[in-house]
């Protein structure tokens, strides 16, 4: 179990020092262009790998834009992981778009407008409004 405490340890300090370096640390304008955010950090059993899911604010281009532009500084992401967590071996970085954020949102529409919908049938069929439960 201790391996499995190291695990999370190393991916909540990747996580941090990622999130650090979209702040000051990379420079790149496709990667500014958009909000980008960390939102989870994977890492391998072996700590060998690991894979950083980010949420990007913004259209479908700029979330791609962001994203190669996230890929062409993995180079120097893992340069500046090595150094800040002075690890054995920093794992092989991946980054990758989260789209749950964006699924969430779909889905509470979707709830909104199904609620809206048996709302409006309800006042039609009672012939007033249904805002104030009865007691």
């Known amino acids: 179990m201790a391996q499995g405490r190291r695990v999370e340890r190393v991916a909540s300090l ?3 020092e990622v999130c650090e ?3 000051s640390g990379i420079k790149d304008d496709r990667v500014a262009q958009g909000l980008v955010s960390v939102t989870n950090v994977d890492v391998a059993g072996d700590l060998q790998h690991c894979r950083i899911h980010v949420s990007v604010y913004g259209d479908e281009a700029t979330r791609q834009q962001a994203l190669a532009g996230l890929k062409s500084a993995t180079p120097y992401v893992k ?3 090595s150094r800040r967590l002075k690890m054995r071996r920093t794992p092989e970085v991946v980054f990758v778009l989260d789209r749950g954020l964006e699924q969430g ?3 509470l529409g979707l ?3 199904l609620e809206r919908e048996r709302e409006q049938r309800e006042t039609r069929e ?3 409004p249904a805002d ?4």
Do not use: F, K, Q, Y
């Open 21 to 23: 370096l979209l702040v």
């Open 105 to 107: 949102t779909a889905v």
């Open 79 to 81: 340069g500046e992981l």
């Open 111 to 113: 709830l909104n407008r």
């Open 126 to 128: 009672d012939g007033e």
């Open 14 to 16: 990747i996580r941090r």
């Open 132 to 135: 104030s439960p009865t007691e």
